[in-house]
């Protein structure tokens, strides 16, 4: 009979490795679990936060822009909390800080929020069996509001400044036409266009600033009639809109030399015009070479603008930095 005791003992020795190997996977698999699994909720949970942040940033700013004395314009006003809160799944999220110390800047921090447990931290599973249950998830925003100093205008049309009617009241002026026939004196109409010579469609860049600036002095067209890269379509864009325009202040010049000085942007939301060839509503009462709408304080988070030092016509853009 052979002896098999020697042979045994190897096998005994090849399963307590195999146990050690395996207990040390094990280790390494729940690491990898830990960050598979918990990192992915981190990560969620952070994205939630920060469309919350954005959002509260936004909203704050709006209200800053457009009235600085509203109590949500503050760092304890309740609009942060129930926009972070209405971003969140659960509908749960700490609103850490919000600072405006900044002059025209917000900065808002979300932090998780759990019910029963510490704010700003989430609990993890996996991550448990390496001796931390949880993680602190957090998200910050900053958004900063100005006056609009340059933008793209879909309509190459200049509003006279003359004409503007704001109520500091109601912030809405007064309906009125403004006609390209009636002027204020030193300007040639209530309206006109701003030529776009080497143009391929509506679409012109404007820029407001000081008039000794030659930069902001635009060729402008006299005529009744819309520019001819201009269509319908194009003017269909501002009915019943409210629309950032250009407003000039002093022009020079006559017919195919005339220029504008474009002192700064305001808002008017429009009712009607009638630009001899096209005209809204088509069923009339508009005359012609006249737009009608009101002035009216306004807050655009429109990307086609820039900020810059432009004269203040109750017109601001917001953006988010952070």
Known sequence: MRRLTGKVRTQDGQRGAVSLIVALLLVVLLGFAAMAVDVSMMFAEQAQLRNGADAAALAIAQTCAKYPTNSSCSNTGPLAANLANSNANDKLSNVKSIDLTTPNSVTVAVGAQQAGHTPNQV??????????????????????????????????????????????????????????????????????????????????????????????????????????????NDFKQMNNQTVLFPLYDLAAGTGTSAKYYVTGFAAFFVTGYHFSNIQWPEAGGVANKSITGHFMKFVSLSQAFQMGPAADYQASIVRLTL
């Open 123 to 232: 609990s993890l599973f996996f991550a448990r069996a390496l001796g931390i249950s949880t993680a602190e998830v957090t998200a910050k925003s900053t958004a900063v509001w100005g006056r609009p100093g340059k933008g793209l205008k879909i309509l190459p049309l200049a509003l006279a400044l003359c004409k503007l009617d704001i109520s500091p009241l109601t912030g809405q002026g007064a309906d009125q036409v403004l006609s390209l026939d009636k002027g204020c004196g030193r300007v040639p109409g209530g309206f006109g266009w701003i030529d776009n010579p080497g143009g391929t469609n509506c679409t012109v860049n404007v820029t407001a600033g000081q008039a000794s600036d030659t930069g902001i002095w635009f060729s402008v067209n006299t005529g009744a009639s819309a520019p001819q890269l201009c269509s319908a």
